[in-house]
């Protein structure tokens, strides 16, 4: 790096104005990785938390499956006989309105996203505090969300329409949330009552359905065959996060921000290295008429552009740490290793590839130039 070092040593304030602008890339590339990370968590990690391979949808139920799939109680039983199948369990699931009735923050509304299963299934969850679901009762456990809200363990909600009583009888203290809304686990009648805003008994034909099948598959298993006979659709849990409201329309948005922000990346780097370049064709075709070969000069600059995108990226991934941390709990906002390791790693790649671009007129440049052929 002969040519390379003194160059960052001689115009230290370019290169210094240059890596301040890829530090505030960097900031900008972290701040949008949580973003996106935090977007994701909200819309979907209810669903994540799901101990399950796949769900069953009701095949017409094409788009949004969560607000239109409807299965019955013989497509869960048929799904649970079937060859690959290590469990299949009802699931259930609405977005229901309450008012705390029985506590400190009474008169409080509160959105529920409301999970719904057999107490003694798989599904139930185990509550850091107080009990789990009981059958038969209407009971409910919350999550952090929830309690964030100033809901407690004891504390009565009551359910718009279907005026359910809902006691909070346990909490799980973990960020868990559907449709940027925080669960609340209950068992599958209270669950009914909920989603069809039925007060009192339930019709024997509510009794006998769910909103899914919640299916533990194992590797390779084939069900074709009782997909067609019970007219339902297996997708796996990933898939069917994008039916989760509005997770498709977010995760597509963020994905598009940040494909600009690299592109512009790659543009902004390759186009200050191409101007550098130009400046200093006088310095590479004087190396050039002393004997230095064309691709020695080419990875002594490089190395000058891995030099000023590592060091720069560096800075800003740690002031974009910074920066997030303090959102967190303030915003949709979640630190991930891999996607932040993999935002800093497309702006070096990408910023380097652009600068290839530009550094790649070294091999036009004709030696004679520092021998005065130009006059």
Same mark, same amino acid.
């Given at each position: 790096?002969?040519?390379?070092?003194?160059?960052?040593?001689?115009?230290?304030?370019?290169?210094?104005?240059?890596?301040?602008?890829?530090?505030?890339?960097?900031?900008?590339?972290?701040?949008?990785?949580?973003?996106?990370?935090?977007?994701?968590?909200?819309?979907?990690?209810?669903?994540?938390?799901?101990?399950?391979?796949?769900?069953?949808?009701?095949?017409?139920?094409?788009?949004?499956?969560?607000?239109?799939?409807?299965v019955?109680?013989?497509?869960?039983?048929?799904?649970?006989?079937?060859?690959?199948?290590?469990?299949?369990?009802?699931?259930?699931?609405?977005?229901?309105?309450?008012?705390?009735?029985?506590?400190?923050?009474?008169?409080?509304?509160?959105?529920?996203?409301?999970f719904?299963?057999?107490?003694?299934?798989?599904?139930?969850?185990?509550?850091?505090?107080?009990?789990?679901?009981?059958?038969?009762?209407?009971?409910?456990?919350?999550?952090?969300?929830?309690?964030?809200?100033?809901v407690?363990?004891?504390?009565v909600?009551?359910?718009?329409?279907?005026?359910?009583?809902?006691?909070?009888?346990?909490?799980?203290?973990?960020?868990?949330?559907?449709?940027?809304?925080?669960?609340?686990?209950?068992?599958?009648?209270?669950?009914?009552?909920?989603?069809?805003?039925?007060?009192?008994?339930?019709?024997?034909?509510?009794?006998?359905?769910?909103?899914?099948?919640?299916?533990?598959?194992?590797?390779?298993?084939?069900?074709?065959?009782?997909?067609?006979?019970?007219?339902?659709? #297996?997708?796996?849990?990933? &898939?069917? %996060?994008?039916? +989760?409201?509005?997770?498709? *329309?977010? $995760?597509s948005?963020?994905?598009l /921000?940040?494909?600009?922000?690299?592109?512009?990346?790659?543009?902004?780097?390759?186009a200050?290295?191409?101007?550098?370049?130009?400046?200093?064709?006088?310095?590479?075709?004087?190396?050039?008429?002393?004997g230095?070969?064309?691709?020695?000069?080419?990875?002594?600059?490089?190395?000058?552009?891995?030099?000023?995108?590592?060091?720069?990226?560096?800075?800003?991934?740690a002031?974009?740490?910074?920066?997030?941390? #303090?959102?967190?709990?303030? &915003?949709? %906002?979640?630190? +991930?290793?891999?996607?932040? *390791?993999? $935002?800093?790693?497309?702006?070096? /790649?990408?910023?380097?590839?652009?600068?290839?671009?530009?550094?790649?007129?070294?091999?036009?440049?004709?030696?004679?130039?520092?021998?005065?052929?130009?006059?």
């Amino acid at each position: 790096m002969f040519l390379a070092l003194r160059d960052l040593r001689f115009a230290r304030g370019r290169f210094a104005l240059m890596g301040a602008v890829v530090a505030l890339i960097a900031v900008l590339g972290v701040l949008l990785s949580g973003l996106a990370s935090g977007l994701a968590d909200a819309g979907v990690s209810g669903l994540r938390a799901l101990p399950v391979t796949h769900l069953a949808f009701d095949e017409k139920a094409t788009s949004e499956q969560f607000s239109r799939s409807t299965v019955e109680q013989e497509d869960w039983q048929a799904w649970s006989r079937a060859r690959g199948v290590k469990r299949a369990e009802p699931f259930g699931n609405a977005l229901a309105n309450a008012q705390v009735t029985q506590g400190a923050k009474k008169g409080e509304q509160v959105n529920l996203a409301v999970f719904g299963m057999a107490p003694d299934s798989a599904l139930a969850p185990s509550p850091t505090r107080g009990e789990g679901l009981r059958k038969g009762g209407t009971g409910i456990v919350i999550t952090r969300e929830i309690a964030d809200q100033g809901v407690e363990i004891g504390d009565v909600l009551t359910a718009d329409k279907s005026d359910v009583r809902l006691k909070v009888v346990g909490l799980i203290d973990k960020p868990v949330s559907y449709g940027h809304i925080g669960v609340v686990y209950t068992d599958l009648d209270t669950w009914r009552h909920l989603h069809y805003g039925l007060p009192g008994d339930l019709p024997e034909a509510a009794r006998r359905q769910a909103t899914a099948v919640a299916l533990t598959l194992e590797d390779g298993a084939d069900v074709s065959a009782v997909e067609q006979a019970t007219a339902t659709r #297996a997708e796996s849990k990933e &898939a069917a %996060f994008d039916a +989760s409201p509005g997770y498709t *329309a977010e $995760s597509s948005t963020m994905a598009l /921000i940040k494909g600009f922000l690299y592109a512009i990346s790659a543009l902004v780097v390759g186009a200050f290295f191409t101007v550098w370049t130009v400046q200093r064709k006088p310095e590479i075709a004087l190396l050039k008429a002393l004997g230095a070969p064309t691709g020695y000069i080419l990875r002594d600059a490089l190395a000058q552009v891995v030099a000023v995108l590592v060091g720069a990226t560096a800075v800003g991934t740690a002031a974009g740490l910074a920066l997030g941390s #303090a959102m967190i709990g303030k &915003a949709p %906002f979640s630190l +991930s290793a891999p996607a932040i *390791a993999t $935002s800093s790693g497309l702006l070096v /790649i990408l910023g380097t590839v652009g600068a290839v671009v530009a550094v790649r007129r070294i091999t036009a440049v004709d030696p004679l130039t520092a021998l005065g052929a130009t006059r």
